[in-house]
């Protein structure tokens, strides 16, 4: 145990700033990085996405990398570095950093989850442990979209929805977009839109 908290201390202290990314005021560790500092720390490291069974399959021998609740979804990833082995649960996240319902989730977002998970649970070996120093601190004061904010994304979602051949509500339960939303959220949904429109738009004029 006496290595491992020098091996810990030793990751612990390296400075992991230039392979961070910032997003909703959270910084996210590349998990590439993490994946090429494991290997060099310990190249016999292993990795392993902990499956379910699926809940909706009649074959007992389907299992699936996330657990699936009412209340949402969860991934598990198992690191064994130096020797030790640990877990990490990771809720998976819409781009606003909330908990997908039940039935919204997609692959990709199951896929970024567990990498971010990996990361994470590479934290307890020290490799970048000290970004989640404050990530349990007080929430900041939540800032409600203005009525012009809310407005221009209503905007946009009537503009975009009929270029889907969706309904508006169909539109924003597909992007996220809640009744209640920070300016932070609106921002972010205007850009999104925005993409959406000028994506279906362009899509349309060549199939002309």
Same mark, same amino acid.
């Given at each position: 145990?006496?290595?491992?908290?020098?091996?810990?201390?030793?990751?612990?202290?390296?400075?992991?700033?230039?392979?961070?990314?910032?997003? /909703?005021?959270?910084?996210?560790?590349?998990?590439?990085?993490? /994946? /090429?500092?494991?290997?060099?720390?310990?190249?016999?490291?292993?990795?392993?996405?902990?499956?379910?069974?699926?809940?909706?399959?009649?074959?007992?021998?389907?299992?699936?990398?996330?657990?699936?609740?009412?209340?949402?979804?969860?991934?598990? =990833?198992?690191?064994? =570095?130096?020797?030790?082995?640990?877990?990490?649960?990771?809720? =998976?996240?819409?781009?606003?950093?909330?908990?997908?319902?039940?039935?919204?989730?997609?692959?990709?977002?199951?896929?970024?989850?567990?990498?971010?998970?990996?990361?994470?649970?590479?934290?307890?070996?020290?490799?970048?442990?000290?970004l989640y120093l404050?990530?349990?601190?007080?929430?900041?004061?939540?800032?409600?979209?203005?009525?012009?904010?809310?407005?221009?994304?209503?905007?946009?979602?009537?503009?975009?929805?009929?270029?889907?051949?969706?309904?508006?509500?169909?539109?924003?339960?597909?992007?996220?977009?809640?009744?209640?939303?920070?300016?932070?959220?609106?921002?972010?949904?205007? =850009?999104?839109?925005?993409?959406?429109? /000028?994506?279906?738009?362009?899509?349309k004029k060549d199939?002309?």
């Open positions: 145990m006496a290595n491992f908290l020098e091996k810990f201390n030793e990751l612990n202290t390296r400075d992991v700033s230039e392979h961070v990314d910032k997003k /909703q005021g959270l910084s996210y560790l590349s998990w590439a990085y993490v /994946q /090429q500092e494991l290997t060099k720390a310990d190249p016999n490291y292993t990795e392993k996405i902990i499956e379910f069974p699926s809940p909706d399959a009649t074959n007992e021998n389907i299992f699936l990398p996330y657990l699936k609740t009412d209340e949402g979804y969860m991934v598990c =990833v198992e690191l064994t =570095v130096f020797s030790v082995t640990k877990r990490e649960w990771l809720p =998976v996240l819409d781009y606003r950093n909330k908990s997908l319902a039940k039935g919204s989730a997609t692959t990709f977002d199951i896929n970024k989850a567990t990498k971010r998970c990996m990361v994470k649970c590479a934290a307890k070996f020290g490799l970048g442990n000290y404050g990530e349990d601190g007080p929430e900041q004061p939540f800032e409600s979209a203005s009525e012009s904010e809310l407005k221009d994304v209503d905007n946009k979602v009537k503009e975009l929805a009929p270029l889907m051949d969706i309904t508006e509500t169909q539109l924003k339960k597909k992007m996220n977009i809640g009744n209640k939303l920070s300016s932070a959220d609106a921002e972010e949904a205007l =850009v999104r839109l925005d993409n959406g429109i /000028q994506y279906y738009k362009t899509n199939d002309k």
